[in-house]
Protein backbone atom coordinates (compact mmCIF):
# COMPACT_ATOMS: atom_id res chain seq x y z
CA UNK A 1 0.00 0.00 0.00
CA UNK A 2 1.61 3.06 -1.22
CA UNK A 3 -1.00 5.77 -0.53
CA UNK A 4 -2.30 5.74 3.40
CA UNK A 5 -6.32 6.16 4.00
CA UNK A 6 -4.82 10.42 4.72
CA UNK A 7 -3.88 10.48 1.07
CA UNK A 8 -6.52 8.95 -0.18
CA UNK A 9 -9.18 11.69 1.79
CA UNK A 10 -6.85 14.30 0.43
CA UNK A 11 -7.69 13.03 -3.20
CA UNK A 12 -11.31 12.86 -2.60
CA UNK A 13 -11.15 16.40 -1.19
CA UNK A 14 -9.43 18.03 -4.00
CA UNK A 15 -11.98 15.94 -6.37
CA UNK A 16 -14.84 17.42 -4.57
CA UNK A 17 -13.32 20.85 -4.86
CA UNK A 18 -13.07 19.78 -8.87
CA UNK A 19 -16.49 19.03 -9.20
CA UNK A 20 -18.19 22.20 -8.12
CA UNK A 21 -17.47 23.42 -10.78
CA UNK A 22 -18.68 21.24 -13.54
CA UNK A 23 -22.36 20.43 -13.81
CA UNK A 24 -23.33 17.13 -15.66
CA UNK A 25 -26.57 18.09 -15.99
CA UNK A 26 -25.57 21.48 -17.83
CA UNK A 27 -23.92 19.07 -20.05
CA UNK A 28 -27.32 16.67 -20.23
CA UNK A 29 -29.43 19.82 -21.43
CA UNK A 30 -26.92 20.48 -24.02
CA UNK A 31 -26.63 17.28 -25.50
CA UNK A 32 -30.24 17.71 -26.19
CA UNK A 33 -29.79 21.07 -27.75
CA UNK A 34 -26.85 19.73 -30.04
CA UNK A 35 -29.39 16.54 -30.88
CA UNK A 36 -32.40 18.60 -31.39
CA UNK A 37 -31.21 21.59 -33.15
CA UNK A 38 -27.37 20.63 -34.93
CA UNK A 39 -27.32 17.26 -35.87
CA UNK A 40 -30.04 17.90 -39.06
CA UNK A 41 -27.35 18.02 -40.58
CA UNK A 42 -24.32 19.00 -38.52
CA UNK A 43 -22.40 21.25 -41.28
CA UNK A 44 -18.78 21.80 -41.64
CA UNK A 45 -17.81 25.22 -39.95
CA UNK A 46 -15.46 25.37 -42.93
CA UNK A 47 -18.48 24.88 -45.32
CA UNK A 48 -18.76 22.44 -47.78
CA UNK A 49 -20.80 18.93 -47.06
CA UNK A 50 -22.18 18.43 -44.06
CA UNK A 51 -20.14 16.46 -41.20
CA UNK A 52 -22.79 14.18 -39.87
CA UNK A 53 -26.43 14.02 -41.58
CA UNK A 54 -28.90 11.63 -40.90
CA UNK A 55 -29.78 8.83 -42.62
CA UNK A 56 -34.01 8.46 -42.76
CA UNK A 57 -35.49 10.60 -39.62
CA UNK A 58 -33.57 11.31 -36.98
CA UNK A 59 -34.74 9.59 -34.25
CA UNK A 60 -33.93 8.20 -30.03
CA UNK A 61 -35.10 4.88 -29.87
CA UNK A 62 -35.19 2.83 -26.46
CA UNK A 63 -35.94 -1.06 -26.22
CA UNK A 64 -36.35 -3.36 -22.99
CA UNK A 65 -33.66 -5.58 -22.75
CA UNK A 66 -35.40 -8.57 -21.89
CA UNK A 67 -38.06 -8.51 -24.72
CA UNK A 68 -35.35 -7.82 -27.47
CA UNK A 69 -32.73 -10.72 -26.03
CA UNK A 70 -35.63 -12.88 -26.52
CA UNK A 71 -36.39 -11.98 -30.46
CA UNK A 72 -35.12 -13.96 -33.63
CA UNK A 73 -32.13 -12.24 -35.75
CA UNK A 74 -33.30 -11.40 -39.27
CA UNK A 75 -30.18 -13.09 -39.93
CA UNK A 76 -30.13 -17.15 -39.92
CA UNK A 77 -26.23 -17.04 -39.62
CA UNK A 78 -23.77 -14.48 -38.85
CA UNK A 79 -20.09 -14.40 -39.15
CA UNK A 80 -17.57 -12.18 -37.06
CA UNK A 81 -13.83 -11.38 -37.73
CA UNK A 82 -11.21 -9.76 -35.54
CA UNK A 83 -7.31 -9.78 -35.77
CA UNK A 84 -4.99 -10.01 -32.55
CA UNK A 85 -1.37 -8.98 -32.11
CA UNK A 86 1.32 -9.57 -29.70
CA UNK A 87 2.01 -5.88 -30.03
CA UNK A 88 4.97 -4.31 -31.36
CA UNK A 89 8.22 -5.70 -29.77
CA UNK A 90 11.74 -4.24 -30.76
CA UNK A 91 15.03 -6.09 -30.40
CA UNK A 92 18.33 -5.00 -29.78
CA UNK A 93 19.49 -5.68 -33.06
CA UNK A 94 17.09 -2.51 -34.66
CA UNK A 95 14.13 -5.11 -35.68
CA UNK A 96 11.32 -3.49 -34.73
CA UNK A 97 7.62 -5.79 -35.40
CA UNK A 98 4.65 -7.30 -35.06
CA UNK A 99 2.59 -10.15 -35.37
CA UNK A 100 -1.23 -10.72 -36.43
CA UNK A 101 -3.19 -13.88 -35.89
CA UNK A 102 -7.19 -12.87 -37.73
CA UNK A 103 -9.72 -15.21 -37.76
CA UNK A 104 -13.68 -15.46 -38.65
CA UNK A 105 -15.86 -17.34 -36.18
CA UNK A 106 -20.02 -18.62 -37.29
CA UNK A 107 -22.76 -18.33 -35.45
CA UNK A 108 -24.24 -21.34 -34.97
CA UNK A 109 -20.71 -22.62 -35.02
CA UNK A 110 -18.89 -23.58 -38.02
CA UNK A 111 -15.76 -25.70 -36.40
CA UNK A 112 -13.50 -26.38 -39.68
CA UNK A 113 -14.09 -22.01 -40.58
CA UNK A 114 -12.72 -21.27 -37.45
CA UNK A 115 -9.79 -23.47 -37.78
CA UNK A 116 -8.60 -21.51 -40.66
CA UNK A 117 -5.93 -18.44 -39.58
CA UNK A 118 -4.03 -15.81 -41.28
CA UNK A 119 -0.98 -14.72 -40.14
CA UNK A 120 1.20 -11.60 -41.23
CA UNK A 121 4.37 -10.44 -39.41
CA UNK A 122 5.15 -6.84 -40.31
CA UNK A 123 8.83 -5.65 -39.71
CA UNK A 124 10.94 -2.74 -40.02
CA UNK A 125 14.63 -2.65 -40.33
CA UNK A 126 17.16 0.41 -41.04
CA UNK A 127 19.41 -2.34 -42.07
CA UNK A 128 19.92 -1.02 -45.75
CA UNK A 129 19.85 -4.96 -46.76
CA UNK A 130 15.91 -6.03 -47.19
CA UNK A 131 14.94 -9.36 -45.36
CA UNK A 132 11.97 -11.45 -47.24
CA UNK A 133 9.04 -10.14 -48.18
CA UNK A 134 6.44 -11.53 -50.71
CA UNK A 135 3.13 -10.74 -52.11
CA UNK A 136 2.61 -14.60 -51.46
CA UNK A 137 1.40 -16.62 -48.88
CA UNK A 138 2.80 -19.62 -47.17
CA UNK A 139 0.02 -22.56 -45.95
CA UNK A 140 0.43 -24.93 -42.96
CA UNK A 141 -1.23 -27.09 -40.86
CA UNK A 142 -2.75 -28.81 -44.03
CA UNK A 143 -3.65 -25.70 -45.27
CA UNK A 144 -5.96 -24.20 -42.82
CA UNK A 145 -3.16 -21.53 -41.86
CA UNK A 146 -1.41 -19.48 -43.88
CA UNK A 147 1.18 -16.72 -43.35
CA UNK A 148 3.04 -13.83 -44.72
CA UNK A 149 6.30 -11.60 -44.13
CA UNK A 150 5.64 -7.75 -44.25
CA UNK A 151 8.67 -5.60 -44.94
CA UNK A 152 7.18 -2.14 -43.96
CA UNK A 153 8.49 1.13 -45.66
CA UNK A 154 11.31 2.76 -43.52
CA UNK A 155 10.53 5.85 -40.66
CA UNK A 156 12.57 7.25 -38.71
CA UNK A 157 9.70 7.88 -35.97
CA UNK A 158 6.46 5.70 -35.55
CA UNK A 159 8.14 2.15 -36.18
CA UNK A 160 5.96 0.43 -33.61
CA UNK A 161 2.70 2.42 -34.79
CA UNK A 162 3.92 1.61 -38.25
CA UNK A 163 4.39 -2.49 -37.79
CA UNK A 164 1.37 -2.67 -35.53
CA UNK A 165 -1.40 -1.16 -37.86
CA UNK A 166 0.02 -3.06 -41.21
CA UNK A 167 0.22 -6.02 -39.66
CA UNK A 168 -3.35 -6.01 -38.02
CA UNK A 169 -5.20 -4.53 -41.31
CA UNK A 170 -3.97 -6.38 -43.59
CA UNK A 171 -4.42 -9.80 -41.64
CA UNK A 172 -7.80 -8.90 -40.48
CA UNK A 173 -8.54 -8.06 -44.50
CA UNK A 174 -6.74 -10.62 -45.85
CA UNK A 175 -8.61 -13.15 -44.17
CA UNK A 176 -11.90 -11.39 -44.36
CA UNK A 177 -11.65 -11.67 -48.81
CA UNK A 178 -10.47 -15.22 -48.58
CA UNK A 179 -13.50 -16.35 -46.56
CA UNK A 180 -15.61 -14.05 -48.11
CA UNK A 181 -17.83 -17.05 -49.61
CA UNK A 182 -18.22 -18.35 -46.65
CA UNK A 183 -20.55 -15.45 -45.34
CA UNK A 184 -24.20 -16.37 -46.26
CA UNK A 185 -26.42 -13.40 -44.58
CA UNK A 186 -24.01 -11.22 -42.10
CA UNK A 187 -20.17 -10.40 -41.63
CA UNK A 188 -19.36 -7.97 -38.39
CA UNK A 189 -16.27 -6.95 -38.17
CA UNK A 190 -15.03 -6.19 -34.70
CA UNK A 191 -13.85 -2.46 -35.41
CA UNK A 192 -14.60 0.08 -38.04
CA UNK A 193 -15.51 -1.20 -41.49
CA UNK A 194 -12.61 0.94 -42.34
CA UNK A 195 -8.49 1.02 -41.14
CA UNK A 196 -9.10 3.76 -39.69
CA UNK A 197 -5.69 4.31 -38.05
CA UNK A 198 -4.43 4.30 -41.54
CA UNK A 199 -6.65 6.51 -43.33
CA UNK A 200 -5.59 9.10 -40.33
CA UNK A 201 -2.23 8.87 -41.73
CA UNK A 202 -3.10 11.29 -44.72
CA UNK A 203 -3.52 14.06 -42.09
CA UNK A 204 -0.68 13.47 -39.75
CA UNK A 205 2.33 15.21 -39.56
CA UNK A 206 5.01 14.94 -43.03
CA UNK A 207 6.42 11.28 -42.51
CA UNK A 208 3.08 9.55 -42.07
CA UNK A 209 1.27 11.49 -44.98
CA UNK A 210 4.55 10.39 -47.17
CA UNK A 211 4.24 6.97 -46.15
CA UNK A 212 0.01 6.86 -46.83
CA UNK A 213 1.37 7.43 -50.14
CA UNK A 214 3.38 3.88 -50.46
CA UNK A 215 1.85 0.92 -52.42
CA UNK A 216 1.51 -1.27 -49.05
CA UNK A 217 -0.59 1.07 -47.20
CA UNK A 218 -2.58 1.58 -50.15
CA UNK A 219 -2.98 -1.95 -50.33
CA UNK A 220 -4.34 -2.93 -47.38
CA UNK A 221 -6.95 -0.30 -47.64
CA UNK A 222 -7.80 -1.13 -50.99
CA UNK A 223 -8.21 -4.74 -49.35
CA UNK A 224 -11.18 -3.12 -47.52
CA UNK A 225 -12.81 -1.51 -50.66
CA UNK A 226 -12.66 -4.53 -52.18
CA UNK A 227 -14.35 -6.50 -49.81
CA UNK A 228 -17.35 -3.48 -49.96
CA UNK A 229 -17.49 -4.41 -53.37
CA UNK A 230 -17.43 -8.35 -52.87
CA UNK A 231 -20.15 -8.02 -50.81
CA UNK A 232 -22.33 -5.72 -52.00
CA UNK A 233 -21.89 -8.10 -55.44
CA UNK A 234 -22.75 -10.96 -53.73
CA UNK A 235 -25.51 -8.95 -51.85
CA UNK A 236 -24.71 -9.81 -48.56
CA UNK A 237 -24.53 -6.98 -46.02
CA UNK A 238 -21.04 -5.89 -44.15
CA UNK A 239 -21.13 -4.12 -40.61
CA UNK A 240 -17.93 -3.37 -38.09
CA UNK A 241 -18.94 -3.50 -34.59
CA UNK A 242 -16.71 -0.81 -32.87
CA UNK A 243 -16.10 -1.34 -28.77
CA UNK A 244 -14.22 1.60 -28.22
CA UNK A 245 -14.97 4.58 -30.59
CA UNK A 246 -12.85 7.78 -30.46
CA UNK A 247 -13.98 9.50 -33.53
CA UNK A 248 -14.42 13.27 -31.91
CA UNK A 249 -15.40 14.95 -35.28
CA UNK A 250 -18.81 15.45 -33.65
CA UNK A 251 -17.29 17.01 -30.54
CA UNK A 252 -14.62 18.98 -32.63
CA UNK A 253 -17.45 20.77 -34.50
CA UNK A 254 -19.64 21.64 -32.08
CA UNK A 255 -16.71 23.17 -30.05
CA UNK A 256 -16.34 25.50 -32.94
CA UNK A 257 -19.87 26.26 -33.19
CA UNK A 258 -20.11 26.98 -29.32
CA UNK A 259 -16.92 28.98 -29.36
CA UNK A 260 -18.76 31.78 -30.76
CA UNK A 261 -22.09 31.31 -28.60
CA UNK A 262 -22.62 29.70 -25.31
CA UNK A 263 -19.83 31.29 -23.78
CA UNK A 264 -17.10 28.74 -25.31
CA UNK A 265 -18.34 26.04 -23.16
CA UNK A 266 -16.38 22.91 -24.37
CA UNK A 267 -18.22 19.87 -22.86
CA UNK A 268 -17.27 15.99 -23.90
CA UNK A 269 -13.45 14.71 -24.36
CA UNK A 270 -14.86 12.84 -27.81
CA UNK A 271 -18.12 11.55 -29.27
CA UNK A 272 -18.41 8.81 -27.38
CA UNK A 273 -19.14 11.18 -24.37
CA UNK A 274 -21.68 13.03 -26.13
CA UNK A 275 -23.64 9.95 -26.97
CA UNK A 276 -23.52 8.63 -23.55
CA UNK A 277 -24.69 12.39 -21.97
CA UNK A 278 -27.45 12.02 -24.66
CA UNK A 279 -29.00 8.26 -24.59
CA UNK A 280 -27.56 7.74 -20.46
CA UNK A 281 -31.76 8.10 -18.85
CA UNK A 282 -31.50 8.58 -15.10
CA UNK A 283 -34.58 8.59 -12.15
CA UNK A 284 -35.11 9.40 -8.72
CA UNK A 285 -36.17 12.16 -6.71
CA UNK A 286 -32.46 13.43 -7.20
CA UNK A 287 -31.82 11.76 -10.81
CA UNK A 288 -28.76 9.49 -9.27
CA UNK A 289 -29.95 6.36 -9.92
CA UNK A 290 -29.27 4.97 -13.72
CA UNK A 291 -32.36 3.16 -15.40
CA UNK A 292 -30.69 -0.43 -16.76
CA UNK A 293 -33.82 -1.66 -17.60
CA UNK A 294 -33.77 -0.71 -22.06
CA UNK A 295 -31.03 0.07 -24.24
CA UNK A 296 -31.11 3.58 -26.15
CA UNK A 297 -29.56 4.10 -29.23
CA UNK A 298 -29.78 6.62 -32.12
CA UNK A 299 -31.02 6.25 -35.74
CA UNK A 300 -28.60 5.49 -38.34
CA UNK A 301 -26.06 8.89 -39.66
CA UNK A 302 -24.05 9.49 -42.93
CA UNK A 303 -20.46 10.51 -41.46
CA UNK A 304 -17.79 12.61 -43.63
CA UNK A 305 -15.72 13.55 -40.78
CA UNK A 306 -11.95 12.76 -39.86
CA UNK A 307 -10.83 9.48 -41.53
CA UNK A 308 -14.58 9.08 -42.66
CA UNK A 309 -13.95 11.48 -45.18
CA UNK A 310 -11.58 9.59 -47.33
CA UNK A 311 -14.08 7.01 -48.18
CA UNK A 312 -17.01 9.23 -48.71
CA UNK A 313 -18.35 10.33 -52.23
CA UNK A 314 -16.22 13.78 -52.43
CA UNK A 315 -12.97 11.93 -50.51
CA UNK A 316 -9.89 10.31 -52.06
CA UNK A 317 -10.21 6.84 -51.23
CA UNK A 318 -6.54 6.97 -50.87
CA UNK A 319 -5.98 7.13 -54.82
CA UNK A 320 -7.94 3.51 -54.83
CA UNK A 321 -9.82 3.29 -57.91
CA UNK A 322 -13.35 2.63 -56.96
CA UNK A 323 -15.59 0.17 -58.81
CA UNK A 324 -18.88 1.42 -57.45
CA UNK A 325 -20.78 4.39 -57.46
CA UNK A 326 -18.68 6.47 -54.40
CA UNK A 327 -21.33 7.34 -52.59
CA UNK A 328 -21.60 3.48 -51.81
CA UNK A 329 -18.80 3.48 -49.73
CA UNK A 330 -19.55 6.23 -47.54
CA UNK A 331 -19.54 5.02 -43.50
CA UNK A 332 -23.07 5.34 -41.95
CA UNK A 333 -23.36 4.32 -37.87
CA UNK A 334 -25.69 4.35 -35.08
CA UNK A 335 -24.49 4.45 -31.44
CA UNK A 336 -25.95 2.17 -29.22
CA UNK A 337 -25.61 2.84 -25.50
CA UNK A 338 -25.76 0.10 -22.26
CA UNK A 339 -27.07 0.94 -19.58
CA UNK A 340 -25.62 -1.98 -17.41
CA UNK A 341 -22.16 -1.56 -18.36
CA UNK A 342 -21.82 2.17 -18.58
CA UNK A 343 -20.69 2.01 -22.34
CA UNK A 344 -21.54 2.98 -25.57
CA UNK A 345 -20.61 1.40 -29.02
CA UNK A 346 -20.47 2.68 -32.51
CA UNK A 347 -22.46 0.32 -35.21
CA UNK A 348 -20.51 1.39 -38.34
CA UNK A 349 -21.54 -0.28 -42.29
CA UNK A 350 -20.76 0.96 -46.08
CA UNK A 351 -24.11 2.94 -47.40
CA UNK A 352 -24.44 0.16 -50.10
CA UNK A 353 -25.77 -1.63 -47.11
CA UNK A 354 -27.92 0.90 -45.04
CA UNK A 355 -29.71 2.65 -48.38
CA UNK A 356 -32.51 0.55 -47.85
CA UNK A 357 -34.66 0.90 -44.97
CA UNK A 358 -35.79 -2.25 -44.11
CA UNK A 359 -31.99 -3.95 -44.26
CA UNK A 360 -30.92 -0.72 -42.04
CA UNK A 361 -33.33 -1.10 -39.51
CA UNK A 362 -32.29 -5.59 -39.92
CA UNK A 363 -29.55 -4.47 -39.08
CA UNK A 364 -30.31 -2.58 -35.88
CA UNK A 365 -32.38 -5.01 -34.73
CA UNK A 366 -29.58 -7.58 -34.74
CA UNK A 367 -26.85 -5.50 -32.74
CA UNK A 368 -29.47 -4.02 -30.72
CA UNK A 369 -30.94 -8.00 -29.90
CA UNK A 370 -27.08 -9.31 -29.64
CA UNK A 371 -25.87 -6.70 -26.89
CA UNK A 372 -28.81 -7.53 -25.25
CA UNK A 373 -28.15 -10.52 -25.03
CA UNK A 374 -24.83 -11.11 -24.27
CA UNK A 375 -24.13 -7.78 -22.47
CA UNK A 376 -21.67 -7.13 -24.69
CA UNK A 377 -20.53 -7.52 -28.68
CA UNK A 378 -22.66 -9.48 -30.59
CA UNK A 379 -22.09 -13.18 -30.10
CA UNK A 380 -20.37 -14.07 -33.61
CA UNK A 381 -17.90 -10.58 -33.05
CA UNK A 382 -17.27 -12.22 -29.60
CA UNK A 383 -16.82 -15.30 -30.94
CA UNK A 384 -14.05 -13.80 -33.30
CA UNK A 385 -12.36 -12.18 -30.79
CA UNK A 386 -11.90 -15.44 -28.65
CA UNK A 387 -10.38 -16.88 -31.64
CA UNK A 388 -8.34 -14.15 -32.63
CA UNK A 389 -6.81 -13.08 -29.38
CA UNK A 390 -3.16 -13.81 -28.25
CA UNK A 391 -3.16 -14.28 -24.29
CA UNK A 392 -0.48 -12.80 -21.94
CA UNK A 393 0.97 -15.66 -21.59
CA UNK A 394 0.81 -16.45 -25.41
CA UNK A 395 2.65 -13.17 -26.06
CA UNK A 396 5.55 -13.53 -23.76
CA UNK A 397 6.37 -17.18 -24.91
CA UNK A 398 6.31 -15.73 -28.52
CA UNK A 399 8.61 -12.82 -27.68
CA UNK A 400 10.63 -15.18 -26.09
CA UNK A 401 10.79 -17.92 -29.25
CA UNK A 402 11.22 -14.34 -31.61
CA UNK A 403 14.41 -13.49 -29.49
CA UNK A 404 15.52 -17.12 -30.12
CA UNK A 405 15.08 -17.13 -33.89
CA UNK A 406 16.83 -13.66 -34.35
CA UNK A 407 18.99 -14.20 -31.71
CA UNK A 408 18.41 -10.92 -30.46
CA UNK A 409 17.01 -9.92 -26.96
CA UNK A 410 14.13 -7.83 -26.84
CA UNK A 411 14.65 -4.49 -25.57
CA UNK A 412 13.39 -3.95 -22.43
CA UNK A 413 12.97 -0.68 -20.25
CA UNK A 414 12.80 -0.34 -16.77
CA UNK A 415 8.91 -0.63 -16.68
CA UNK A 416 9.38 -4.72 -18.48
CA UNK A 417 10.48 -5.75 -15.01
CA UNK A 418 8.37 -3.51 -12.46
CA UNK A 419 5.06 -4.07 -13.90
CA UNK A 420 6.35 -8.05 -13.94
CA UNK A 421 7.29 -8.21 -10.48
CA UNK A 422 4.18 -5.91 -9.45
CA UNK A 423 1.89 -8.86 -10.88
CA UNK A 424 3.99 -11.34 -9.37
Known amino acids: MTLDPVHVDDIASMASSIADSVDDADYDDLARTVWESWLDPLESPDGGLPIVEPLGEKQLHAADIDDVALTESP ?26 HAAMAAEPSNLDLHRHRSIVMAAH ?23 RVLSVPRVNRYAEGVVHALALYLAESAHALEHADAVSDLLILDGP ?7 NWRDRDAELKDLARDAKPKAVVENYVRLVERFVER ?17 RTVRKQLDGSDAGRRPWVDDAAFFVSLLERREGADGDERRTDELTFTSWFVSRGGSDRQLSAEGEAFGIERKLDPEAYAVTFF ?3 DPRTDVCYRVEAPYAFTKDPDRRADLMHHVVRDVAATRGPPLAVEKADELARVSVGEKAALRRKLSDKLDSDQMKSYDNIRWVDADE
Open 125 to 147: THDPVQFFDTDEWLHSDEGYGRR
Open 235 to 251: DVPLAGFVKNPGAKHVV
Open 75 to 100: FPTVHGLDSGTINPTTFKNGLVLDVA
Open 335 to 337: VLY
Open 193 to 199: VYPKELL
